[in-house]
């Protein structure tokens, strides 16, 4: 069976942001990065799998430019056979149709039997990239997957919907799921596996030997929110700030009461 | 511009949600009609044109054979954009109806500013104008950032969708979540333990808070997702709505679909160690601190009160 299970490279929310020097998106340096939330348990999904499959073939997919070899690393600790990197500088101001025309392109006659991805990324959050892939492969896709079972071809997924309901969907493979939070525990490489996976293949591709689709929207401008929400803030050392906490309960609500 | 607006419909019943693609189509002026996989039985308060398939005929979770029944209405319609919900339901569909119609999919819009559509980027902290280059275009509408003040109050003139379609995968029933347990809907206090607690011992010193207080404790979905906290007492679009009198987010960043889950909170505070975290938008007070050392103390000194 050939897996294949697309990552990206974003950065931690916590960070702190600012504008890029073209104001179309945010400025890339001084930010702590790490694999996107919704791609470690597409990964995680991935390496079930393929653990389940006998002879199977797992293989992680990142656009960018090098520094992704080092998100990649850990998804080939955690248990995936080879990377293909497409090395691209510009990754970031690809839209989600040029993202998943690339992945399409890569993957179109590599037939893969099942492709992972996260229902969306932490920073642009378009959630289309995954449906996008499955159109352009001519294969069924389903969006934002929290159970998945796969046995003799057949799959049985369950869709999360709003308020906790979820959707049970049985379909064959090939198929192209977007994962959604929760749908299992990644795991953590351990030391052997991330000296292990060192040694695995990891190819980088020029992207545009792939990218063969137009770009059909741009962002014209980035910038901060206004804020809104007149709320106050609060700093200082913790007794102080409970204190204050404390008064503003007493005065604002009836909870101290 | 034409818009054809996608309502939804789930387990029989009609979501409220029609009511924000409506105000979106103010929004954007011209023309517009509706779509739904629905029944008879629950129609929205529409004025105008709808097109109604059966749900029983045309299934409630089937995507290829929905995105055709989009698709063909776009041709008869000549329409120049399609509206979805950025919901379950669109973010499977939108991205298949954008690429049969090779047209630009914007996802998310918060707003819409002299025509421009405006998304969040890496949660809520930035925002990007976005140009659209196709002729035709297909977006999602973020949960409530639309909605008309009033109740609509309109009947639609309804034209009925036939045809025989079918899909690649079926769907096979839903599953409600697990009920019981705490119902944290009547709780007067909620004090809830986000991510940044960092490890499940500290769920109680969250739970401590909200005894003190008199209240329950609640969670955001990842505290949830590594089963630290049952999933019952989750707050959030996948989880429970909350409206107390006071609602504490300890270790919290305030993604959209928490926010969805408890904004509608009499009184908000936030304890975070980020001064920039989006919760603090949704807050009347956000105190800058590590919660670990914040929360215990301001338990203490509650219960000496
Ligand atoms: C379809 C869908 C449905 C979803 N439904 C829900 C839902 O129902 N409910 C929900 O909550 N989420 C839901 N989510 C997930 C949501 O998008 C966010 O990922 C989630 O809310 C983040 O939880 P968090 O704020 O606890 O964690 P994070 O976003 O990781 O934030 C942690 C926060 O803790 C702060 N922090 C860290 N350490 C400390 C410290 N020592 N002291 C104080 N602060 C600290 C950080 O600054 C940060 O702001 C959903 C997502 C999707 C895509």
Known sequence: MKILVCIKRVPDMESKFKVDADGTWYEKTDLAWRMNEYDEYAVEQAVQLKEQEEDSDLTVLCIGGDQVKETMKKALAMGCDRGAHIADDNSSSKEPFEIAGIIAEYAKDKSFDLVFTGMQSQDRGSAQVGILVAELLDIPGIATIVDFVYSGGEVKVKRELEGGVKACVTVKAPLVVTCQLGLNTPRYPTLPNIMKAKKKELLSLPVEDLLKVDSRQETAKIYFPEKKGGGLILEGDAPELVDKLIQILKEKTAVLA | ?305
């Open chain 2, 1 to 305: 511009m034409k818009i054809i607006l996608v309502a939804e419909y789930r387990d029989g019943k009609l979501l409220a949600s029609f009511n924000e693609l409506m105000d979106f189509a103010d929004k954007m002026g011209g023309e517009n009609v509706m779509f739904l996989v629905g029944g008879d039985n629950d129609l929205p308060k529409y004025d105008g044109k709808l097109y109604l398939a059966d749900a029983g005929t045309f299934g409630e979770y089937s995507p290829d054979v929905h995105k055709q029944l989009i698709l063909d209405i776009v041709e008869k319609e000549q329409a120049d954009m399609v509206a979805f919900c950025h919901s379950s339901y669109g973010w499977d569909l939108a991205p298949r109806v954008a690429f049969a119609l090779k047209a630009a999919q914007v996802s998310e819009i918060v707003e819409i500013v002299d025509g421009v559509p405006v998304v969040p980027v890496c949660n809520a902290k930035l925002r990007r104008d976005v140009q659209i280059k196709t002729k035709r275009s297909v977006v999602t509408l973020q949960a409530g950032a639309f909605g008309l003040p009033e109740e609509p109050a309109g009947t639609p003139t309804i034209e009925k969708v036939e045809g025989d379609l079918a899909g690649r995968v079926q769907f096979t029933g839903y599953e409600q979540p697990e009920s019981g347990g705490v119902d944290l809907g009547k709780a007067r206090i909620v004090v809830s333990a986000g991510r940044g607690i960092g490890k499940p011992e500290n769920v109680e010193m969250i739970a401590n808070l909200a005894q003190a207080l008199g209240g329950e404790y609640g969670a955001s979905r990842p505290v949830v997702d590594s089963e630290w906290v049952e999933h019952n007492r989750q707050v959030g679009t996948t989880g429970q709505t909350v409206a107390p009198k006071l609602y504490v987010a300890c270790g919290i960043s305030g993604a959209i679909q928490h926010l969805a889950g408890m904004k509608k909170s009499e009184f908000i505070v936030a304890v975070n160690t980020d001064k920039d975290a989006p919760i603090g938008e949704a807050a009347d007070v956000l105190v800058v601190a590590d919660l670990k050392e914040f929360v215990p103390l301001l338990t203490e000194k509650i219960q000496s009160l």
